[in-house]
Nanobody, 119 residues
Framework: QVHVMESRGGWVQAGGSLRLSCVAS????????MHWYRQAPGNQRELVAT???????NYADSVKGRFTISRDNAKNTVYLQMNSLKPEDTAVYYC?????????????WGQGTQVTVSS
């Protein structure tokens, strides 16, 4: 079994910063891609940032230059540093990990954490 858990989000004023972390635990033989998604009320879930096992990254246009994704493979942890936050960044943020358990290979998701940016 694999468990993915995000850190607590929070409330921040526009222009502020917040750092999220997410750890995958359990039967994680190998973790490949790790991802951050978000979903605002009334919107579809969208991909925010992706990082491969070797550190290649990709970002949604809306967060480029403001958000940075990173990971620590030894800790099975991915981070999302969010700077210059805007009210439109308000959403539930989800972490996902592409995990090889030895028996199968699939993505596992956290339960999400709320980030609220006030104007």
């Amino acid at each position: 079994q694999v468990h993915v858990m995000e850190s607590r989000g929070g409330w921040v004023q526009a222009g502020g910063s917040l750092r999220l972390s997410c750890v995958a635990s359990g039967r994680t033989v190998r973790i490949n891609g790790m991802h951050w998604y978000r979903q605002a009320p009334g919107n579809q879930r969208e991909l925010v940032a992706t990082i491969t096992r070797v550190g290649n990254t990709n970002y949604a246009d809306s967060v480029k230059g403001r958000f940075t994704i990173s990971r620590d493979n030894a800790k099975n942890t991915v981070y999302l540093q969010m700077n210059s936050l805007k009210p439109e960044d308000t959403a539930v943020y989800y972490c996902a990990a592409d995990v090889d358990t030895g028996d199968n290979y699939r993505d596992y998701w956290g339960q999400g954490t709320q980030v609220t940016v006030s104007s």
